[in-house]
């Protein structure tokens, strides 16, 4: 069956980078796309950037110039690197197939 | 970007009662192919969002027939008939037809 998890550090100090996993099993990432989506702690959804099943990556333009997702398809594995974060890049991360299958999320806090 | 507006903000239902939500787009979400990327999700509390609808009538997977979508271009509908204790949660509306991708700011459905 689908299933995506995503796995990274709990805790990013102000400035530094963060750097997320989201590791895919039921599916071929040759044959699909991931998206990541953030969530503010109580807040709505922002999608963060895509890496689609041909290697083209896109990225919210909001996000863009922090931002970068990469992948290992031999590992089923796409990644996630923001750097320069700051308190309110708190929240939840998810990875989702095609916006069909999600991850439980990822909680990331941002604090010194 | 696209921005999409839910409406109501909070919906309070009894069991049994049927209720909609609407979701107004700032721009035709048509693309040139004749595709509308206009999905539903439910995010019950603590829980990753839920695919509900995709291509602004189509059941997702496992989802109950109660649920169904309408509308076209800039105007659609989420349309619960019968609401169940689990249908509780917030819903999103999220369109991707124009990147970047966006989501509707959150319809809460509370339980009388």
């Known amino acids: 069956q689908v299933q995506l998890t995503e796995s990274g550090p709990g805790l990013v100090h102000p400035s530094e980078t963060l750097s997320l996993t989201c590791t895919v099993s039921?599916?071929?990432?040759?044959?699909?796309?991931v998206y990541w989506v953030r969530q503010p702690s109580g807040k709505g959804l922002e999608w963060m950037g895509r890496?689609?099943?041909?290697?083209?990556?896109s990225y919210n333009s909001a996000l863009k110039s922090r931002l970068s997702i990469s992948r290992d398809t031999s590992k089923n594995q796409v990644f996630l690197k923001m750097n320069s974060l700051q308190t309110d890049d708190t929240g939840t991360y998810y990875c989702?197939?095609?916006?069909?299958?999600w991850g439980q999320g990822v909680m990331v806090t941002v604090s010194s | 970007d696209v921005v999409l507006t839910q409406t109501p903000s909070t919906l309070s239902a009894t069991i049994g009662q049927s209720v909609s939500i609407s979701c107004r787009s700032s721009?035709?979400?048509?693309?040139?192919?004749?595709?509308?990327?206009l999905y539903w999700y439910l995010q019950r509390p603590g829980q990753s969002p839920q695919l509900l609808i995709y291509?602004?009538?189509n059941l997702g997977s496992g989802v109950p027939n109660r649920f169904s979508g309408s509308g076209s271009g800039t105007d659609f509908t989420l349309k619960i008939s019968g609401v169940e204790a689990e249908d509780l949660g917030v819903y999103y509306c999220?369109?991707?037809?124009?990147?970047?991708?966006?989501f509707g700011s959150g319809t809460k459905l509370e339980i009388k």
């Open positions: 291509l602004v009538s």
């Open positions: 989702t197939r095609r916006f069909d299958y």
């Open positions: 721009q035709s979400l048509l693309d040139s192919a004749g595709n509308t990327y």
């Open positions: 890496m689609r099943y041909n290697g083209d990556t």
């Open positions: 039921g599916f071929s990432l040759t044959g699909y796309s």
């Open positions: 999220m369109q991707a037809t124009h990147a970047p991708f966006t």
